[in-house]
């Protein structure tokens, strides 16, 4: 069994700054791709950015400048440093994974967390 836990969101005022974290735990060989979501009220999800397993990044233009993703492959984690919050930015922030549930990698499961709630507001 395979799972990905975030942490890290809250409430912030405009300007502020906050970092989510997600932590792959379980039968984890080996992390492929790693994404963040949003979802806000009322509106479909939305890919935010995305990280590689070699370390190449994209990100929603939305974000860009603004938002940071990382990883720490030893630790089978990935980040996103949020600067310059907007109310706008207010949504469940979900991650992603594609993770090899093998010794062989011969199984690849994609896995989402259960949300973390960030709010931007004063």
């Known amino acids: 069994q395979v799972q990905l836990v975030e942490s890290g969101g809250g409430l912030v005022q405009p300007g502020g700054s906050l970092k989510l974290s997600c932590a792959a735990s379980g039968s984890v060989f080996s992390v492929n791709f790693m994404r963040w979501y949003r979802q806000a009220p009322g509106k479909e999800r939305e890919l935010v950015a995305s990280?590689?397993?070699?370390?190449?990044?994209n990100y929603a233009d939305s974000v860009k400048d603004r938002f940071t993703i990382s990883r720490n492959d030893a630790k089978n984690t990935v980040y996103l440093q949020m600067n310059s919050l907007r109310p706008d930015d207010t949504a469940v922030y979900y991650c992603?994974?594609?993770?090899?549930?093998?010794?062989?990698?011969?199984?690849?499961?994609?896995?989402w967390g259960q949300g973390t709630l960030v709010t931007v507001s004063f």
């Open positions: 992603y994974a594609d993770i090899g549930v093998t010794r062989w990698l011969d199984k690849y499961l994609e896995v």
């Open positions: 990280i590689t397993s070699g370390g190449s990044t």
